[in-house]
């Protein structure tokens, strides 16, 4: 079984992620690290986004071939059809999940109580979510709620859904 996670700057991909991979005894992947690794340990702004999603492509079809994954997906995974369609063309057993969040939760687990930095997510999340989440919505298999759910009620949700 593969499950690809994907969804906004706090979503909780990570998080769940690596319950779920615990729970089903598979490998957790942060798609992220790879690209970076791969990449010669970079940050994204440190490369053109162009760059980074070359790299992101070749990551996609490489994790499309493995099994037995739980996949934090990149944010802008549903920026290039490409990905998600190795993933649909190679992987076995494969569950696409959007975790979802409001922006409310997402800036109070970004930001916290940090206003200045609140207003300045606050912009970049509403742009991001105008961009992504029809995209999001479209790629997955079943979108999560997360809102006033603890990670550990998120991956018990997500393991129900995978065991149907």
């Not at 070359?54 to 079809?61: G, I, L, N, P, T």
């Not at 603890?150 to 949700?157: G, H």
Request: charged share 25%; proline share 1%; with cysteine.
């Amino acid at each position: 079984m593969t499950i690809v996670l994907f969804g906004l700057l706090g979503s909780g991909k990570s998080t769940i992620g690596k319950l779920i991979a615990h729970d089903l005894h598979h490998t957790f992947v942060e798609m992220d690290y790879l690209i970076s690794h791969s990449l010669g340990d970079v940050r994204p702004q440190d490369v053109s986004d162009a760059v980074w999603k070359e790299c992101q492509v070749e990551v996609s079809k490489d994790l499309s071939v493995q099994r037995d994954l739980v996949i934090a997906g990149s944010g802008n995974i549903v920026e290039n059809d490409l990905n998600i369609l190795y993933f649909r063309d190679h992987a076995e057993d494969l569950h696409i999940i959007y975790i979802d969040a409001t922006t409310e939760t997402l800036l109070a687990r970004n930001a916290g109580n940090d206003a200045e930095k609140s207003r300045a997510l606050r912009t970049h999340l509403e742009e991001l979510r105008k961009k992504r989440e029809g995209l999001y919505r479209f790629f997955a298999d079943t979108v999560i709620e997360t809102d006033n759910k603890t990670p550990r009620q998120i991956a018990n949700e997500i393991l129900s859904y995978v065991r149907q």
